[in-house]
Structures are given as structure tokens and as C-alpha cells.
């Protein structure tokens, strides 16, 4: 079956009221971050179980569908892409990690990154030079920033914690609360493995914090403690 057949498919359950939902929710409006975004209206778990069924599907159609105009199935390539890259042999990893970085305008919104950058830009960069995710920190769109911070998911799983905090430190003045999020949230990820690491982060940098980005980071915290970081009054 090729990108058209699936899409065929596909489109058959879409819903408009969960689209039009959907576009409120993911900011399409004018100005907004994903100003427009087009959806369908299909439910994630629809999405995964094409993904069970056409995991195999070649690279050139899986571009067909991240190129798309519809947010779900630019969202089923790169779950496709997600699901191919831990099984795939080194050269086809090469390419479907040179694939995503080549296709970054199309991963535009905050979910499509969150479900494919740890899974294929962290893996491939695990066993290799990080030096990638500080360009795209440096990137000035926005996704990019996001992928970069959300790949570090990959290290983090495996108790590696460095490029978290590193990147986290050069995204704190980031003006974009996607990224407060992003940042707050890896962080909350390294705590969870390791609080002494995080706090050794927040006792240096709370200060400097957007308040999004340290509320996300000590979620997990008793309040007590949580208290303490928002009102600077821990000891120190």
C-alpha cells in the first residue's frame, strides 16, 4: 500500500468536531505558534494502529505523509519513522535521522516533536558527538529548540544527564513558553532518576527560570519543597 492508499484510508476517520477542537487546542489562529495547522480530527490511537500496520512502509512514502497538510498524518509518518529507527540496520538509521533534520518545518507543532525526537534524533545521537542539538538550540525556530531539548528524553532513560542541563541552561532566557515546558518538563525527567542532580541544577539556576520551567521541573517534589524553590527560601 503506498502513501495515496493510506491516506485514502485514513482520512475515512476523521471526525470535524474533534478537528475543530483540535485546532483550538493547538493554537492554529492567526499568531498563534501553529498558525495554520489543518487537522482531521483523528484520535491518537487510531493513528497508532495504523502505525502497527504500515510500520514497514518505505521512506519515500513516509515522506508523502509528513509532508502533509493534515496534522495526523504528518504525526503517522514520524510515529512510523519512531517505530522503524530501533530496528532498523545502521545505514537506514542514517537516513531516517538525516530525514527528520531535513524535514524539521514540517514537525511544527509541540506533540509531533514530543512523539518522534527523543526516539530518533536522541537515539541516533546517543552513541555519537551531540554537537547537532547545540545547532538546533540555537535555531531560531522554534521546533527545532523543542527537538533539540526533547531528544535528550534518549539520554535521560539511559541515566545520562550532561546534555539535559546543558541545554536546559543555554534555553533558559528562550522567550517561548514551549520551551519553559520542554525544559521544565526533561528536567522533572533527570529528578525522577536522580533529585540531587536536578536540585543541584535548581539551587544554581532557579533564579534565572521562567516560572513555567521550574514549576514543571518540581512538580514531583513534596510541597513543602516545591514551596521553598518558588519562593526562594530553600537553604542553600
Same mark, same amino acid.
Given at each position: 500500500?503506498?502513501?495515496?492508499?493510506?491516506?485514502?484510508?485514513?482520512?475515512?476517520? $476523521?471526525?470535524?468536531?474533534?478537528?475543530?477542537?483540535?485546532?483550538?487546542?493547538?493554537?492554529?489562529?492567526?499568531?498563534?505558534?501553529?498558525? $495554520?495547522?489543518?487537522?482531521?480530527?483523528?484520535?491518537?490511537?487510531?493513528?497508532?494502529?495504523?502505525?502497527?500496520?504500515?510500520?514497514?512502509?518505505?521512506?519515500?512514502?513516509?515522506?508523502?505523509?509528513?509532508? /502533509?497538510?493534515?496534522?495526523?498524518?504528518?504525526?503517522?509518518?514520524?510515529?512510523?519513522?519512531?517505530?522503524?529507527?530501533?530496528?532498523?540496520?545502521? %545505514? /537506514?538509521?542514517?537516513?531516517?535521522?538525516?530525514?527528520?533534520?531535513?524535514?524539521?518545518?514540517?514537525?511544527?507543532?509541540?506533540?509531533?516533536?514530543?512523539?518522534?525526537?527523543? %526516539?530518533?534524533?536522541?537515539?541516533?545521537?546517543?552513541?555519537?558527538?551531540?554537537?547537532?542539538?547545540?545547532?538546533?538550540?540555537? /535555531?531560531?525556530?522554534?521546533?527545532?529548540?523543542?527537538?533539540?531539548?526533547?531528544?535528550?528524553?534518549?539520554?535521560?532513560?539511559?541515566?545520562?544527564?550532561?546534555?539535559?542541563?546543558?541545554?536546559?541552561?543555554?534555553?533558559?532566557?528562550?522567550?517561548?513558553?514551549?520551551?519553559?515546558?520542554?525544559?521544565?518538563?526533561?528536567?522533572?525527567?533527570?529528578?525522577?532518576?536522580?533529585?540531587?542532580?536536578?536540585?543541584?541544577?535548581?539551587?544554581?539556576?532557579?533564579?534565572?527560570?521562567?516560572?513555567?520551567?521550574?514549576?514543571?521541573?518540581?512538580?514531583?517534589?513534596?510541597?513543602? %519543597?516545591?514551596?521553598?524553590?518558588?519562593?526562594?527560601?530553600?537553604?542553600?
Amino acid at each position: 500500500m503506498n502513501a495515496a492508499e493510506i491516506q485514502r484510508e485514513f482520512r475515512r476517520h $476523521g471526525d470535524s468536531a474533534a478537528a475543530a477542537h483540535a485546532q483550538g487546542f493547538f493554537k492554529t489562529g492567526p499568531g498563534q505558534y501553529a498558525e $495554520g495547522d489543518v487537522f482531521l480530527g483523528i484520535r491518537v490511537p487510531v493513528i497508532r494502529t495504523f502505525v502497527k500496520t504500515h510500520r514497514t512502509l518505505g521512506l519515500e512514502e513516509v515522506k508523502e505523509l509528513v509532508r /502533509s497538510t493534515y496534522h495526523e498524518e504528518r504525526m503517522l509518518g514520524l510515529l512510523i519513522l519512531a517505530e522503524q529507527y530501533p530496528k532498523a540496520e545502521a %545505514k /537506514s538509521r542514517e537516513l531516517i535521522y538525516k530525514f527528520y533534520l531535513n524535514h524539521t518545518d514540517h514537525i511544527n507543532n509541540w506533540d509531533l516533536v514530543d512523539c518522534s525526537a527523543g %526516539k530518533v534524533v536522541g537515539a541516533h545521537l546517543f552513541e555519537r558527538k551531540r554537537d547537532p542539538l547545540d545547532k538546533l538550540v540555537r /535555531s531560531t525556530s522554534l521546533w527545532e529548540r523543542r527537538i533539540a531539548i526533547v531528544a535528550t528524553s534518549y539520554f535521560i532513560m539511559r541515566h545520562q544527564f550532561d546534555d539535559t542541563l546543558r541545554l536546559s541552561e543555554r534555553l533558559l532566557p528562550d522567550k517561548h513558553d514551549l520551551i519553559h515546558k520542554a525544559v521544565g518538563w526533561m528536567l522533572r525527567e533527570v529528578g525522577k532518576r536522580d533529585e540531587a542532580v536536578l536540585e543541584g541544577f535548581l539551587r544554581e539556576h532557579h533564579a534565572a527560570m521562567p516560572r513555567t520551567a521550574l514549576r514543571y521541573a518540581i512538580e514531583r517534589m513534596p510541597e513543602a %519543597k516545591r514551596k521553598s524553590y518558588l519562593h526562594g527560601t530553600f537553604e542553600s
